[in-house]
Structure formats: structure tokens, C-alpha cells
């Protein structure tokens, strides 16, 4: 079966075509695991690729997101039932007195649309939430976001809260937002920066990799 228009459609971000695209591929015998890392994450590597080639902005990225999102809940139970590994777990969230998602939420669909398994906390998080999370999941990264320059610091709480319960040697940590820089990254202790939710796939992935 010819997988391309699925692909395609992911990166023109049509909905409808990924779902039935999916069901027929399903239906046609492709197993999920192929769907997914075959077709569905090179069609979101494709679209990070125009973002940072600046031919696809936020918009643009948002619909394929959500289409992509769209095939993944499709395939989730056939890739429970095939235990087809992720490429990691990561709980993400805004930090405590920050509401601002869409950024967020981006990632948080670029991560899933990348293999990830993704706990998204919302907005408004506090360190020891972050923490929570991260234990009972088992998280391998955790991903902060802020908004605000007066939300920065909580990240550094976290880090903080993180090292207090002892995960720091087992989770890696990433931040991103518009106020953010490396150096400030660096200064605080995490393990990355990502400018974008492209540059946050990239970098999860090579922090999953060390």
C-alpha cells in the first residue's frame, strides 16, 4: 500500500485525509508501528524542516499537529497491542504562575508526533508537580515552559525540587519560551534549550540518545 498521500496529508495538515488514510492503511494490513514511524513522524520531521526553512509558521505547524494527533489516537491501540516501544517519556508543563499554552502545546504535539509518550501538566504548575508527575511516570525528561520574565525563576525551583527528590541524576531537563535564552539555560542548571518546538523534537531527541 502507497503511503505517500498519508504523508502528504499530515504535512498540508488535512484531517480528514490522515484519519481515513490511517484506516485504510490499517485496514490494508500495514502494521501501526510502520504507520507511524514510516509515515507519520518523517511527515512531522517534514513539516519542522519548512518551519525552520521558514515556508510553514505556527498556524501552519498547529493544523499538521492536530491532524498528525488526529492518526496517532487512531493507531494508539494497535501499538499498545503490538507494544511498540516509544522513543521516551517526557511530562511537560507551564510553570506555576505562567498560563500560557500554546507554545506548550506545540511541543507537546510535535513530541507525540516524534514517538514520544507526553504527560502534558497544563499551565500553572508547581515544582513539586513537576516532581509527582516525573516519578510516577517514570519521566526521562521533563519539559518546562514560561511565558513571562517573572515566571522564569520557578523553573530554577524546579530544577531545585528535582534535585531535592533525588531524580536529577535520572531526568533530564529542557526549557523553552520567548523570554528564555542558552545562557540562561545553562545558569540554571538544565540540560537544554529549544528556541521552537521543532529545535524541542531535536533536542529531546538527543538528550533521550545521551
Known amino acids: 500500500m502507497d503511503l505517500k498521500s498519508l504523508y502528504d496529508a499530515v504535512v498540508s495538515g488535512d484531517k480528514d485525509s490522515v484519519e481515513a ?6 485496514e490494508a494490513g500495514v502494521p501501526a508501528g510502520q504507520i ?3 509515515t507519520l513522524i518523517p511527515a512531522m520531521g517534514e513539516v519542522g524542516r519548512l518551519f525552520e526553512a521558514q515556508e510553514f509558521y505556527v498556524p501552519e505547524m498547529l ?10 489516537a487512531l493507531l494508539k491501540p494497535h501499538l499498545v497491542q503490538a507494544e511498540v516501544q516509544s522513543s521516551g517519556k517526557v511530562v511537560i508543563g507551564t510553570v506555576k504562575g505562567d498560563l ?12 507525540e508526533g516524534a514517538g514520544f509518550e ?12 513537576f516532581v509527582e508527575a516525573a516519578q510516577a511516570r517514570s519521566a526521562e525528561i521533563v519539559a518546562m515552559s514560561a511565558l513571562l520574565t517573572t515566571t ?6 524546579t530544577l531545585d ?6 531524580l536529577r541524576g535520572r531526568v533530564k531537563v529542557m526549557v523553552g519560551g ?3 535564552t542558552d545562557a540562561y539555560a545553562r545558569q540554571i542548571g538544565a540540560d537544554g534549550y529549544a528556541s521552537d518546538a521543532s529545535r524541542a523534537v531535536k533536542m529531546a531527541q538527543s538528550l533521550v540518545a545521551r
Request: charged share 15%; net charge negative; aromatic share 0%.
Open 161 to 166: 525540587a528535582l534535585e531535592q527528590a533525588g
Open 21 to 26: 488514510g490511517v484506516r485504510a492503511a490499517l
Open 152 to 157: 522564569m525563576p520557578n523553573m530554577k525551583a
Open 118 to 129: 507526553v504527560h502534558d501538566l497544563g499551565t500553572d504548575v508547581s515544582p513539586d508537580q
Open 63 to 72: 493544523v499538521s499537529a492536530r491532524a498528525m494527533q488526529a492518526g496517532v
Open 100 to 111: 500560557h499554552d500554546i507554545g506548550k502545546n506545540l511541543v507537546t504535539m510535535m513530541l
Open 178 to 180: 520567548a523570554p528564555l
Open 36 to 38: 507511524l514511524n514510516q
